[in-house]
Every structure is written in C-alpha cells, then in structure tokens.
C-alpha cells in the first residue's frame, strides 16, 4: 500500500504541471492566480499522502492545515489587490 | 475485511486523481478566465473530498480513537477547503469584473 500512495503522489506531481503552465504563460494576472489556486488545493492532498509515506500523519495533517489556510488568504489577498488594476482587458489578447 | 478496505481506498483515491486531472486539463483548455474557473473552483473540490475520504477508509482499518480523532481533523479539512474554495473562486470573480475584463465571445475572436 506504501508503493500504491508514493505512484499516487507522482501522479499528482504530473498533474500539477498542467496549472503550472497557465502560472507561466496565462495572458492575464488574474489567470495566473487560479493556477496558484489550483496547485495550492493539489498540496494539500499531496501533503496528507507523504505524511502517510513517513508514518506521521498526526503530524502532516496540521502542516495541510495550516497550507489550506494559507493558500486561502494568499488567494484573497491577491484578488483584493489586483481589482483596481485596469487594462485587463487588452492584455488578454496579447498572448 | 482487510482487502475490502483496502479497495475501497484505492477506489476513491483514483477517482480523485480522475477529478483532479479533469480540473486541470480544464484549466489548461478553456478559452476565457471566468470559463476557467469553472473546472478550478468545482473539481478541485470534489477532488479533495474524494481523496481525504479514501485516505480516511485507509486509516481507520485499525480501528482506536487515536485514528477516528485523526480521521476527524483529516474532514475538518474537506470542510474547511468546501467553505474556502467557493469563496476563494468568487473572490476571484469579482477582482475580474471589477478591473473590467468582458467576458470571451466568438465575434471578438475573429476581429
């Protein structure tokens, strides 16, 4: 079952490169938070499966936590910031 | 009984995995921003729910109280990113109208 969750925390890895390339090349700001977002909310299961790698999961389930937290007032911190920002709407066709 | 458990752990592990790919490749193929968020701000969630509640099965195959107040705080989680997701997307929403981003039509596509 260990072998099982280390393929399943790769996997996961893999399919965090996906928002990873809307972060780098998303035409606007606001494109590149929901790729944060989406790879924020990818962590916190990869966190829970390499506590159950290292046999502490007591431990790593505060540490996913505190990660949600966090990826959640980044997030809403990020979106209050960036809403009086104008030309959004012309740089998403530069691409 | 063991192998039951065991089953039904890797079942709902993979289904999340399935979900989590699903909002990815969504994020990654959908032509606008607000159409965007529509794969990030539900199957993200789905996805954990799913996830927790495989590890969840996997972890209460010994059954004590160490690991049902383990399993516990693992939902207090599923419950914390099921009020913060939501709220998160439409934060996100909002920034987005308001700094004056329209929305993707097929006629200004073609201009």
Same mark, same amino acid.
């Given at each position: 079952?260990?072998?099982?969750?280390?393929?399943?925390?790769?996997?996961?890895?893999?399919?965090?490169?996906?928002?990873?390339?809307?972060?780098?090349?998303?035409?606007?700001?606001? !494109?590149?938070?929901?790729?944060?977002?989406?790879?924020?909310?990818?962590?916190?299961?990869?966190?829970?499966?390499?506590?159950?790698?290292?046999?502490?999961? !007591?431990?790593?389930? !505060?540490?996913?936590?505190?990660?949600?937290?966090?990826?959640?007032?980044?997030?809403?911190?990020?979106?209050?910031?960036?809403?009086?920002?104008?030309?959004?709407?012309?740089?998403?066709?530069?691409? | 009984?063991?192998?039951?458990?065991?089953?039904?752990?890797?079942?709902?592990?993979?289904?999340?995995?399935?979900?989590?790919?699903?909002?990815?490749?969504?994020?990654?193929? &959908?032509?606008?921003?607000?159409?965007?968020?529509?794969?990030?701000?539900?199957?993200?969630?789905?996805?954990?729910?799913? &996830?927790?509640?495989?590890?969840?099965?996997?972890?209460?195959?010994?059954?004590?109280?160490?690991?049902?107040?383990?399993?516990?705080? &693992?939902?207090?989680?599923?419950?914390?990113?099921?009020?913060?997701?939501?709220?998160?997307?439409?934060?996100?929403?909002?920034?987005?109208?308001?700094?004056?981003?329209?929305?993707?039509?097929?006629?200004?596509?073609?201009?």
């Amino acid at each position: 079952m260990t072998y099982f969750f280390s393929c399943i925390a790769v996997a996961l890895c893999l399919i965090m490169v996906l928002p990873l390339y809307r972060c780098l090349f998303g035409p606007t700001v606001l !494109d590149r938070l929901v790729g944060v977002n989406a790879i924020g909310s990818k962590t916190v299961v990869l966190l829970l499966l390499i506590g159950y790698l290292y046999g502490r999961v !007591d431990m790593f389930v !505060d540490i996913a936590l505190a990660y949600a937290f966090l990826n959640f007032v980044a997030v809403l911190a990020a979106s209050r910031y960036f809403h009086k920002r104008k030309g959004l709407y012309e740089e998403s066709f530069m691409e | 009984m063991h192998i039951l458990i065991n089953i039904a752990a890797v079942f709902f592990l993979v289904m999340g995995l399935v979900f989590f790919l699903g909002g990815a490749v969504g994020i990654i193929r &959908m032509p606008d921003f607000y159409s965007r968020l529509h794969p990030a701000g539900k199957l993200d969630t789905l996805g954990i729910f799913a &996830m927790v509640t495989g590890l969840v099965i996997y972890n209460l195959h010994h059954f004590s109280l160490e690991t049902l107040l383990l399993s516990i705080k &693992m939902f207090l989680i599923v419950f914390f990113v099921f009020l913060a997701s939501p709220t998160a997307t439409h934060s996100i929403v909002d920034a987005g109208m308001r700094a004056g981003l329209r929305p993707w039509t097929q006629k200004k596509k073609k201009e």
